[in-house]
């Protein structure tokens, strides 16, 4: 009898004692993840704002300890800070400087701009099942190539300017690219069905020539030269802004820079709108899914549509 109840007594200790452990683990685990957050205090003015909520561009002050003087796009966790910001706004705010990118928070007005600045934005947002128009563009090699000429493959599409200094910002989207080419290079169905398009909005530099140079330097991170399934590309200045306009960014030039938004797309073989990223917030594993769920959508429809012209044929008698 002594012994079973010594037995429960140290049965109650040892749940105690892990329970103890676990919520002492949680404190740690809680302590170096702030640990590995640091905070910057930031002073500056609103340059534009997204449309949808999700990001502004401040040209801000020096950051002591972090950052030089510039114009950078900042993404926001709680997208209602926004919303009593307007263009021309100066404010101060906590840059949060965190293991997973950058963000704002604690945002506060300290002058309002002037009434009736407009932000350089963009309203529309791409929707699944949109027609994507047959936009031209000339590629790394100088060849005038259409959007309807990928119809067939599922078409990822990004945007960047091959100056752009932010690293996660076009330099991240581009080397996600890289490794989109190698993954689905190893992949026979994926190598043939799945073609990468990265778009520069910068087209007084961005020459073919510069295009080239920029994409194979991430030959090492492709595993070859890409040029074969993944091309890189300009519009004229004349057919830039209704392309930006489709795809969901906004950009405006600014001392030497470009502040500008992301947008990438995933396109499905029949030329429409599959998904749309208006951040950086994807991973090159979720691109290749959407890829695969892109083609099987359509191997299934395309079934189908045989299924239905076979029974529809006459039959010989």
């Known amino acids: 009898m002594q012994r079973r109840n010594y037995e429960r007594r140290f049965a109650r200790a040892a749940l105690a004692l892990a329970a103890v452990c676990f919520i002492f683990g949680l404190a740690a685990c809680k302590h170096h993840e702030e640990a590995n957050v640091k905070r910057y205090h930031l002073v500056g003015k ?34 209602n800070i926004l919303t009593p910001l307007a263009v021309g706004d100066e404010i101060t705010a906590d840059v949060v400087v965190a293991p997973d990118g950058a963000y704002l928070e604690n945002i506060v007005v300290t002058k309002k701009g002037t009434p009736g600045q407009a932000a350089p934005t963009s309203e529309h947002e791409p929707t699944p099942g949109d027609k994507v128009p047959d936009f031209a563009l000339t590629n790394q090699d100088g060849k005038r190539i259409h959007l309807s000429s990928f119809e067939g493959h599922v078409l990822l599409v990004t945007f960047i300017y091959t100056r752009c200094p932010f690293p996660t910002f076009c330099p991240l989207v581009s080397r996600n690219f890289a490794e989109i080419y190698a993954d689905t290079r190893k992949d026979p169905a994926l190598d043939s069905k799945v073609r990468l398009l990265t778009i520069s909005f910068d087209p007084e530099h961005d020459t073919p020539k510069v295009l080239r140079a920029y994409g194979g330097s991430f030959r090492d991170v492709a595993g070859a030269i890409p040029f074969d399934r993944w091309e890189f590309a300009v519009p004229s200045q004349a057919d830039l802004k209704k392309i930006a306009d489709f795809f969901g960014l906004f950009f405006t030039p600014n001392g030497g820079q470009i502040v500008h938004s992301l947008s990438t797309t995933v396109i499905s073989p029949q030329g429409t709108v599959y998904k749309w990223y208006e951040d950086n917030q994807w991973t090159p594993k979720d691109l290749v899914a959407d890829a695969t769920a892109a083609l099987q959508e ?11 012209a076979a029974k529809d044929a006459p039959r010989a008698n």
């Open 46 to 79: 609103v340059v534009a704002l997204d449309a949808r909520g999700s990001s502004v561009v401040v040209d801000h002050q020096a950051i002591p300890g972090f950052m030089e003087a510039m114009t950078m796009a900042y993404p926001v966790r709680d997208p």
């Open 298 to 308: 359509d191997n299934s429809s395309t079934t189908v549509a045989k299924s239905d």
